[in-house]
Antibody, heavy 115, light 107 residues
Framework: EELLVESGGDLGQPGGSLRLSCAAS????????MNWVRQAPGKGLEWISY????????KYADSVKGRFTISRDNGKNSLYLQMNSLRAEDTAVYYC????????WGQGTQVTVSS | DIQMTQSPSSLSASVGDRVTITCRAS??????LGWYQQKPGEAPKRLIY???SLQSGVPSRFSGSGSGTEFTLTISSLQPEDFATYYC?????????FGQGTRLEIK
């Protein structure tokens, strides 16, 4: 069974940093592109970042460009999101999603940015 | 960026009703569209991919149609477990964009 499990969500300070992880299992992780999507409280879904299976192609939404960094370790079947210069508007549930078609999602991890 | 305009934003319906939700893309996206269902406190779950292909394990009362700029999700006979929020997503080009969501409520 394919499974994605996010972790690392926490209460962060404005201007601070957090690192999210997404552990994958049940499928050939290195063969799949991956994405991060977030959902602010009571709001819709927002795509924020993409990484190809090899890690050579990366894209970001304008809202996080220059502050967030996506990466992956295919040897560890893991996806990461380094979040720097946090803002209150980054408060959201963060999901990792598999493939260019975002076919399967993890359960999400909560990030709250507040002083 | 491709804008996805989803309508209606909310909908009240009864068990057994037929319901249709529409997404319009600001430019052609071929059939690079998925439909998702989200219940409170849960992750989105894909129902339809490639505009009209039913995800494995999803009941056949769900169907999708369309290509280019106009897409629809139809639920042929609403069941109690179908009351949720629905989103369309385009993956034709980055940034990936979602519709605003349709909240389907019990009448």
């Amino acid at each position: 069974e394919e499974l994605l499990v996010e972790s690392g969500g926490d209460l962060g300070q404005p201007g601070g940093s957090l690192r999210l992880s997404c552990a994958a299992s049940g499928f050939p992780f290195s063969s799949f592109d991956m994405n991060w999507v977030r959902q602010a409280p009571g709001k819709g879904l927002e795509w924020i970042s993409y990484i190809s299976g090899s890690g050579n192609n990366i894209k970001y939404a304008d809202s996080v460009k220059g502050r967030f960094t996506i990466s992956r370790d295919n040897g560890k079947n893991s996806l990461y999101l380094q979040m720097n210069s946090l803002r209150a508007e980054d408060t959201a549930v963060y999901y990792c999603a598999r493939g260019v078609r975002l076919g399967s999602w993890g359960q999400g991890t909560q990030v709250t940015v507040s002083s | 960026d491709i804008q996805m305009t989803q309508s209606p934003s909310s909908l009240s319906a009864s068990v057994g009703d037929r319901v249709t939700i529409t997404c319009r893309a600001s430019q052609g996206i071929r059939n690079d569209l998925g439909w998702y269902q989200q219940k409170p406190g849960e992750a989105p779950k894909r129902l339809i991919y490639a505009a009209s292909s039913l995800q494995s394990g999803v009941p056949s009362r769900f169907s999708g149609s369309g290509s280019g700029t106009e897409f629809t999700l139809t639920i042929s006979s609403l069941q109690p477990e179908d009351f949720a929020t629905y989103y369309c997503l385009q993956h034709n080009s980055y940034p990936i964009t979602f519709g605003q969501g349709t909240r389907l409520e019990i009448k």
